[in-house]
């Protein structure tokens, strides 16, 4: 007899990543998981490197050196910073440590699905507040619609910032009203893992929210432009007690020990962030601008990639079929409840024109 789980379980719908097979075509060029454009920096690649001849060695379990070398980059307390097996697992350890049964959480209708997933393995009631229209187009996270939805259970609050899948960036003022307009019980979780790629002046990932309010966390991650995703480093800022809490909860030797190593390594790599920025904010221009030419509504974006809204389901599934006839992999946004958008991570130069190629003869 089958042990049955938690009926919660089931009600799961389960994670499905980008595409990175097309049956047929040899070159496959991926830009379905926001990547980083450039791969891995060359110093993280020699830090794997040396970190296998000592792969029999359990790593640190307190990730001291990555923590205080994010402290020393970022310019913060590292005594306030948690690592954890990609953001993913410290949203999941969120979840389980200040949600579970009889409780709610709350994120923005088109918000991370690991927010929803999570929320709902803990046992907790997951509320989707529909989104607004954003400036300049696409949509947005409605903050009086949040605030609205909170109930004497909500436990958490999820924001990205800017957002996947939508790419849109709310100003820090938004951010400071939701976090005054929620109760002190309510954790509000900022989710920055595009950090680095935002633009618009005056961003604040939410380092100064965190500092100004005891419960907050601001969420990060070397997965997009420090290219390790295949490493599951992220990483979390909070006040102290939280980090306890999270400490308390994660396991004992959560992050590898070639995956500190590589990030340590990727926040001292030379220029390479700066190199990133410059070539992902002028290809997210030119691309946008290309295919807003060849009439695809894009949505503005700060992050690394496009959502590109072609008005119906067909018409994206369209689209779709021609980038794979090319042997591009995107990502369709049913999932997300945006079934005729198309996302598309910026990747090299070669890449991007190659997608403008694709869809503006389209």
């Known amino acids: 007899m089958t042990v049955p789980p938690r009926p919660a379980i089931l009600s799961i719908e389960p994670y499905v990543g980008g595409e990175s097979k097309i049956p047929g075509v040899n070159r496959i060029i991926k830009l379905s998981s926001n990547e980083g454009a450039f791969g891995p920096p060359p110093g993280a690649i020699e830090a794997i490197a040396r970190a296998a001849r000592e792969a029999h060695r359990y790593p640190d379990g307190n990730a001291r050196a990555l923590r205080e070398a994010i402290g020393a980059r970022f310019g913060l307390d590292p005594a306030r910073i948690v690592c954890g097996n990609g953001s993913d697992e410290l949203i999941t350890l969120l979840c389980l440590a200040y949600a579970g049964e009889g409780s709610e959480v709350i994120m923005s209708a088109y918000g991370f699905m690991m927010y929803d997933i999570t929320g709902r393995a803990s046992g907790a009631r997951v509320l989707k507040v529909a989104e607004v229209p954003a400036e300049g187009g696409g949509m947005q996270a409605d903050i009086d619609g949040i605030l609205a939805a909170v109930g004497p259970r909500t436990r958490l609050v999820f924001l990205t910032n800017p957002n996947n899948p939508t790419g849109t960036l709310l100003p820090n003022a938004e951010l400071a009203r939701l976090r005054e307009g929620l109760r002190d019980d309510i954790l509000l979780v900022l989710d920055s893992a595009y950090a680095e790629y935002v633009t618009a002046p005056g961003y604040d990932p939410g380092e100064a929210l965190v500092d100004a309010a005891g419960n907050t966390i601001m969420l990060r991650t070397f997965s997009k432009i420090f ?94 079929e021609r980038l794979k006839a090319r042997g591009l992999i995107v990502r369709g946004m049913g999932g997300y409840g945006l079934p005729r958008c198309l996302r598309i991570t910026i990747g090299t130069a070669e890449e991007c024109q190659m997608v403008i190629d694709a869809l503006a003869a389209g």
């Open 227 to 320: 290219g390790l995703g295949g490493m599951r480093v992220g990483w979390g800022y909070a006040p102290a007690d939280i980090i306890d809490v999270l400490n308390r909860a994660r396991g004992p030797f959560n992050v590898a020990a070639a995956s500190q190593a590589a990030a340590i390594a990727a926040l001292a790599e030379p220029g390479w962030v700066e190199r990133s920025v410059a070539h992902n904010s002028a290809w997210r221009e030119r691309m946008s601008a290309a295919l807003r030419g060849a009439g695809i509504d894009v949505w503005p974006s700060q992050t690394n990639f496009i959502l590109c809204d072609f008005g119906a389901p067909e018409a994206a599934r369209a689209a779709d």
